[in-house]
């Protein structure tokens, strides 16, 4: 493998320039879609920032067995972090911030499907065994405080967007098997007859460890010159076993143990969503999209119990009068139950020097969260034996309401030189209801947040194979009503799989300033693309 520094490729690139190129090679204008709605493709040279694509031949070629881990092996900057040693379970992470199936984990990034947001009500938590990897046709990565994705956008926005028939005609089936009994199923099928097309996909995981996931996913759309509307269905049903993280000193002991066991989660989701774009004119484009999304999850956890010290301390300074309490176990069970639903609404104009968007957007989610504790004895195998009854700990009702509006403007300064200004400005209500203490102090609460994030940035074409680029944004995170709800330090929650301090419940405001050079340079018919900042 060739490797070049920046430097030797910015001096190739300005080299290349000096020479006549092949306009065929040059000539190629990629676009990218730089918000959540279809519409606003701008050419990759006209963005400031370090956008990243890829698409489903690179994702099919990463061989992970997560959509978290392909996007480690494939994007710069991208690491994951399996807490709970189950890869559909890991913590996805990029400049520092963090998208994370865990409860409890501040959520640094925003993922979208098909301009669908996929960070769930009650913690904001990204659930990637829920996403149908065989539908995803490409995906940006948009990084820095982006404010046109929204909320939790403050290290970078994930854009999925998922196949279709008249795109990815034709039936694929395949079938994999690797180390520690894992084994991977996927089949799909499009097609297209006039303006109608349809394509189906499902997938199936299943470990040696109990550990099974599977996802069916379906598009149908119709299309034509000025107008393009597509009904999609997804349904995951997933039971993950992820038992976490081992001390040292037990495995100096028993290379097989775990801390303590079962650590279960078991998630089911149904998203309902409908998109639909049309040409008012030629310069003009006006796309929408709304939603339904239902999504329940069960966690069963054993685990050391935090108490047990305690009581056994109370049971030594009384006089030891008694049985010894023996409650060194506890199993934690947790339900929740989700229901979303949004819609969202912008209009695209094409100008000579000018592309303008207007967006208006409104999510609103109804969480239910309850959560039991059945202490028991823990076992010599690291489990919890326990007759004990179960006691109901917390109960709590969340609902969340964000309404947004956006815009955006990409202007030509000179035929080399492109500003693009951007502003959002996001309302998010969050209200709790405590249902299992009605009576004060409990964990009701009433929040509203209200911000305004604005973007400015600058790109350069120094040459047809170089662009310089650099900018300023900034976005913000309300907080999710399970950190509002489990924020009193004499009322906690045993969050699942994860542990985590009282968070701070101030609104988090993040501001980014990227500065970086893009460019492309050929050696002997080779073309090599980088982009350092």
């Known amino acids: 493998m060739i490797k070049h520094t920046p430097i030797a490729l910015l001096l190739a690139a300005l080299g290349t320039a000096a020479h006549a190129a092949d306009p065929a090679t040059l000539g190629t204008v990629e676009v990218v879609g730089t918000a959540p709605l279809p519409g606003l493709d701008v050419p990759r040279d006209h963005i400031p920032s370090a956008i990243r694509t890829l698409d489903d031949s690179a994702l099919r070629h990463a061989g992970g067995a997560s959509l978290a881990e392909n996007l480690q092996r494939r994007l710069p900057g991208v690491s994951i972090n399996e807490v709970t040693g189950n890869p559909l379970q890991a913590d996805l992470n990029y400049r520092g911030f963090t998208a994370s199936p865990l409860l409890g984990t501040p959520q640094g990034l925003s993922v979208f499907m098909d301009g669908v947001r996929l960070n769930e009500t009650f913690g904001d938590v990204v659930s990637w065994d829920l996403i149908p990897q065989s539908a995803i046709a490409d995906l940006t990565l948009a990084p820095g405080a982006n404010p046109l994705y929204g909320l939790n956008t403050q290290g970078g926005a994930i854009g999925l967007h998922t196949k279709r028939g008249d795109t990815h005609p034709g039936g694929e089936a395949s079938l994999s098997s690797g180390s520690f009994g894992r084994t991977r199923a996927s089949l799909s099928h499009g097609g297209s007859k006039d303006e109608l097309s349809w394509f189906v996909a499902g997938d199936a995981l299943r470990e040696r460890s109990p550990s099974e996931a599977g996802q069916l996913f379906g598009k149908l759309a119709w299309t034509t010159a000025t107008t393009d509307i597509a009904l999609t269905l997804a349904q995951a049903n997933t039971d993950l076993i992820g038992n976490g993280l081992t001390p040292t000193s037990l495995l100096s002991d028993d290379r097989n143990t775990v801390f303590t066991h079962p650590d279960q989660t078991r998630n089911r989701s149904t998203l309902l969503a409908l998109s639909a774009s049309h040409w008012l004119s030629d310069s003009d484009r006006l796309a929408a999209n709304a939603y339904l999304r239902r999504t329940r999850s069960r966690t069963l956890n054993g685990d050391a119990n935090d108490d047990y010290e305690d009581a056994y301390e109370n049971w030594v300074t009384g006089g030891m009068i008694g049985a010894a309490p023996d409650e060194t176990g506890v199993l934690n069970r947790t339900a929740t139950d989700q229901n979303g639903a949004g819609l969202g609404l912008q209009w695209t104009h094409y100008a000579e020097r000018h592309q303008f968007a207007l967006g208006v957007s409104h999510d609103r989610g109804h969480a239910r969260f309850s959560q039991t504790a059945q202490e028991g004895e823990l076992t010599d195998n690291?489990?919890?034996?326990?007759?004990?009854?179960?006691?109901?700990?917390?109960?709590?009702?969340?609902?969340?309401?964000?309404?947004?509006?956006?815009?955006?403007?990409?202007?030509?300064?000179?035929?080399?030189?492109?500003?693009?200004?951007?502003?959002?400005?996001?309302?998010?209500?969050?209200?709790?209801?405590?249902?299992?203490?009605?009576?004060?102090?409990?964990?009701?609460g009433d929040f509203t947040y209200n911000k305004l994030n604005p973007a400015l940035g600058l790109t350069w074409q120094a040459s047809p194979a170089l662009t310089v680029y650099g900018g300023v944004s900034q976005s913000n995170r309300a907080p999710s009503p399970i950190e509002l709800g489990c924020a009193d330090p004499d009322n906690p929650c045993t969050l699942p799989n994860a542990l985590a301090a009282d968070p701070f419940l101030e609104q988090v405001v993040t501001r980014s300033l990227e500065f970086g050079l893009r460019g492309r340079a050929g050696w002997i018919g080779v073309r090599y693309a980088w982009d350092g900042r």
């Open 382 to 444: 690291r489990g919890v034996d326990t007759d004990e009854a179960s006691e109901l700990e917390n109960k709590l009702s969340g609902r969340t309401l964000t309404t947004s509006v956006y815009v955006t403007d990409t202007i030509a300064l000179a035929p080399t030189v492109q500003l693009t200004a951007a502003a959002r400005y996001n309302h998010t209500h969050v209200i709790n209801r405590d249902k299992l203490n009605r009576t004060a102090p409990n964990l009701d």
